[in-house]
């Protein structure tokens, strides 16, 4: 089992309590001007949506970052499988067999389509001054066919960013509905992949940001971490909040003594 550490505003708690999601951001709006770039193809790492979290237990520079500047919380999930975390739904290919899918990424319904499975991954970041790992080729050519690999990008931070430990879930997406997709090849043909190297960079990410439901049942394995400057109004607000949603989740105060 993995447990790992979100660490946000109290008021961004509340909404993860209230609504029972995660809010997976574009990478053209993380903190990390360079991930969505690409050495061959811009800023294609704008389809790639992430939630970030870390393996740092209360630790300062996370507080300080994202923590509210000390004032905010840390929430902790433990899980063995992105099954454990989000709501699923069952889903059919191909009329027969049965698969989990997200219900947001439902292809009858949503307006893009995934490229890395119909589930989030959870990447373990590494950290490299390796520019070709940070901003990394995506377009390779195999005799007529061009192949566009939107997940490398999103896997790798410079050596700068590595005391924030960081795991993340992630989804990445064509700007484009599955149907939209089909319509597409069928005009395209063979032609396909050269029409995404040409539309890709012209065609902006329909979405900021999009929210995720967690499974109900994460919240049995989930803990809250005051931060050090966290006030008593905030705590007792998120300690009636769970109460009034008749969840039980065990909250504590940092152990770091902050002025």
């Known amino acids: 089992m993995i447990t790992i550490y979100h660490y946000t505003s109290i008021e961004t708690l509340k909404l993860i309590l209230k609504n029972q999601t995660l809010r997976f951001k574009s990478l053209g709006y993380v903190d990390d001007p360079n991930e969505q770039k690409t050495s061959d193809f811009g800023t294609i790492g704008s389809f790639n949506y992430v939630s970030c979290w870390t393996t740092q237990f209360d630790n300062i520079p996370q507080w300080n970052m994202y923590g509210d500047d000390c004032k905010g919380a840390m929430i902790a999930i433990s899980f ?7 709501e699923t739904e069952k889903f059919s290919f191909d009329g027969e067999s049965l698969v989990d899918i997200l219900p947001l990424l439902n292809p009858l319904k949503t307006p893009v389509t995934p490229t890395n499975g119909y589930l989030p991954d959870l990447i373990s970041m590494e950290y490299t001054d390796d520019k070709s790992l940070i901003n990394p080729k995506v377009v390779s050519v195999e005799e007529k066919t061009t192949n566009i690999d939107l997940t490398l990008n999103g896997k790798y931070k410079t050596t700068k960013w590595d005391f924030q430990k960081e ?7 064509l700007p484009w509905s599955l149907s939209e997709i089909y319509e597409i090849l069928k005009e395209q ?5 050269n029409y995404m190297f040409r539309a890709l960079p012209m065609t902006s990410p329909k979405l900021e940001y999009f929210d995720i439901n967690l499974n109900s049942n994460i919240f049995k394995n989930t803990q809250i971490l ?32 902050i002025r």
């Open 226 to 257: 005051f931060g050090p400057k966290c006030c008593n109004e905030n705590k007792k607000e998120i300690q009636d909040l769970l109460h009034s949603l008749n969840l039980d989740i065990p909250c504590n105060d940092s152990e770091i003594l």
């Open 167 to 173: 795991h993340r879930f992630s989804i990445s997406v």
């Open 80 to 86: 063995n499988t992105v099954l454990d975390v989000f």
């Open 189 to 193: 043909g063979e032609n396909f992949g």
